[in-house]
Nanobody, 126 residues
Framework: VQLVESGGGLVQAGGSLRLSCATS????????MGWFRQAPGKEREFVAA????????YYADSVKGRFFISRGNAKTSVHLQMDSLKPEDTAVYYC????????????????????WGKGTQVTVSS
């Protein structure tokens, strides 16, 4: 399974961006998709995840109420709507996917992730 992110860029604090992730390959094995991010000098951290059915969603406390994950037109594609962006949201954002339950995408360090995208840069200026 290959994951390709798009939609990153530079935005001012308080602004919005929408990230998208498209998949290809053996996507029938994917049950959950989500996003991780890595800021300079920091560990990768969980951002948001959802089941491909759309029933379950998960968010990191730091983004709740500001970021919204949704399913794309294709079952195994996702968007991340990011509103009220803050400078501390600056990071490389990685699309993730799992053959297991979507909740496994929330594990610290990404231990439950089977597939990673290459990442897209999001920069929020103050």
């Amino acid at each position: 399974v290959q994951l390709v992110e798009s939609g990153g860029g530079l935005v001012q604090a308080g602004g919005s961006l929408r990230l998208s992730c498209a998949t290809s390959g053996r996507t029938s094995s994917v049950y959950g998709m989500g996003w991780f991010r890595q800021a300079p000098g920091k560990e990768r951290e969980f951002v948001a995840a959802m089941s491909v059915s759309g029933i379950s969603t998960y968010y990191a406390d730091s983004v709740k109420g500001r970021f919204f994950i949704s399913r794309g037109n294709a079952k195994t594609s996702v968007h991340l709507q990011m509103d009220s962006l803050k400078p501390e949201d600056t990071a490389v954002y990685y699309c993730t996917a799992t053959n297991g339950p979507a909740r496994s995408l929330t594990l610290a360090g990404g231990g439950g992730i089977d597939y990673w995208g290459k990442g897209t840069q999001v920069t929020v200026s103050s």
